[in-house]
């Protein structure tokens, strides 16, 4: 009987055969490729969850693309957690095809989780998933989160020179997400000035160690970035947040 692979059944969305297939391989498993003693069907499934395509992009890029839901991801990931972190020959990681290929919420959340860095990660167009969120005009909590997770990006340019402000603004995206986009711009830059004064105050001080090559540019972002303390919910917290300052004011 003829055998489907796992990137076709990817392909055509049947989620449940995917999970089925998925199934056949153990958690944790240890299996060699080459012991024929193996079930052949976990074999085959697990070399599989392995191979790269023509522009190396293995299995979970593939399934990124489709808009999986959550626990078909959580079983890619658990065969192959190697693969988040990832990028194939354009420098895209799965943060950058699941922001590309209009991925929910939690599918994007859920990948920053597992990987931090890949919201900052630049493609060979260098662009960061941000600047792919505003030309696909993600929604506003993806959009949210990625700058928690990266908020340099909110300031770096692709190979065109422009900022994902820049694109927002070209593609029309809608007020919220550019005031959003223009808020955390104003914040990141502040947080910088901050950061760096900071930074020179407690070494000077004696209270921190010189960083070895000095206090560099590379040094105040990442600290910047750190002091905005990505997690899970954060972004929606934000937006309580900002719906409740709102209600103060208009109560007052």
């Known amino acids: 009987m003829f055998r489907k692979s796992t990137s076709r059944l990817l392909d055509e969305k049947k989620w449940d055969k995917v999970r089925d297939r998925l199934n056949e391989i153990p958690d944790h498993d240890n299996t060699d490729l080459k012991n024929q003693s193996s079930p052949r069907s976990m074999r085959t499934s697990k070399l599989e969850l392995s191979k790269t395509d023509i522009i190396g992009q293995n299995i979970l890029h593939r399934c990124l693309w489709n808009q999986p839901p959550l626990d078909v991801l959580e079983s890619i990931v658990r065969h192959n957690p190697e693969n988040v972190a990832t990028a194939d020959l354009l420098g895209?990681?799965?943060?950058?095809?699941?922001?590309?290929?209009?991925?929910?919420f939690d599918i994007v959340e859920r990948i920053i989780e597992l990987?931090?860095?890949?919201?900052?990660?630049?493609?060979?167009q260098c662009c960061c998933p941000l600047h792919h969120a505003m030309t696909n005009q993600s929604s506003i909590n993806i959009v949210a989160t990625l700058c928690i997770a990266a908020p340099s990006t909110i300031t770096s340019v692709d190979s065109q020179g422009r900022t994902p402000l820049d694109i927002a603004r070209y593609y029309k995206a809608p007020v919220?997400?550019?005031?959003?986009l223009e808020n955390f711009s104003k914040t990141y830059i502040k947080t910088l000035e901050q950061t760096e004064a900071q930074v020179e105050r407690l070494v000077l001080n004696g209270?921190?160690?010189?960083?070895?090559?000095?206090?560099?540019?590379?040094?105040?972002i990442e600290m910047a970035n750190e002091s905005f303390g990505w997690r899970k919910g954060r972004a929606l917290e934000y937006f309580n947040l900002k719906r409740s300052q709102r209600k103060k004011q208009i109560t007052r």
């Open 92 to 104: 895209q990681t799965a943060l950058h095809v699941a922001v590309m290929s209009y991925c929910d």
């Open 115 to 124: 990987h931090p860095h890949a919201a900052l990660k630049a493609d060979e």
């Open 176 to 180: 919220s997400v550019v005031r959003l």
């Open 207 to 220: 209270k921190m160690e010189l960083p070895k090559g000095g206090i560099t540019e590379e040094v105040i």
